[in-house]
Nanobody, 118 residues
């Protein structure tokens, strides 16, 4: 499985951004993680193969994860962005339960940088 994340950029606090992750091959459960400078990679959101979703408390109500199986693409709609959301965002595939743990995903994209200015 190969994953290609895109859609990152520089935005202001309160703005919105949509990340995409184009996949090749069978992806099964998928997720988004992020890593801020000097911090460990953390879970953001996940979606199962049958579209059940899970979110970190820090993004619940602001971010929406979705997938288009026909296009084999994963999305992360990010609204009401905050400076604390600044990080490199990674998409991952093939996740095993629990989907909140990064080591449970064997396939990773290259990451896309999101910078939120105050």
């Amino acid at each position: 499985v190969q994953l290609q994340a895109s859609g990152g950029g520089l935005v202001r606090a309160g703005d919105s951004l949509r990340l995409s992750c184009a996949a090749s091959g069978r992806t099964f459960n998928m997720g988004w993680f992020r890593q801020a400078p000097g911090k460990e990679r953390e879970f953001v959101a996940a979606v199962t193969s049958d579209s059940n979703t899970f979110y970190a408390d820090s993004v619940k109500g602001r971010f929406t994860i979705s997938r288009d199986n026909a296009k084999n693409t994963l999305y992360l709609q990010m609204n009401s962005l905050k400076p604390d959301d600044t990080a490199v965002y990674y998409c991952a595939a093939g996740g095993l339960l629990p989907l909140t743990t990064s080591r449970n995903y064997p396939f990773w994209g290259q990451g896309t940088l999101v910078t939120v200015s105050s």
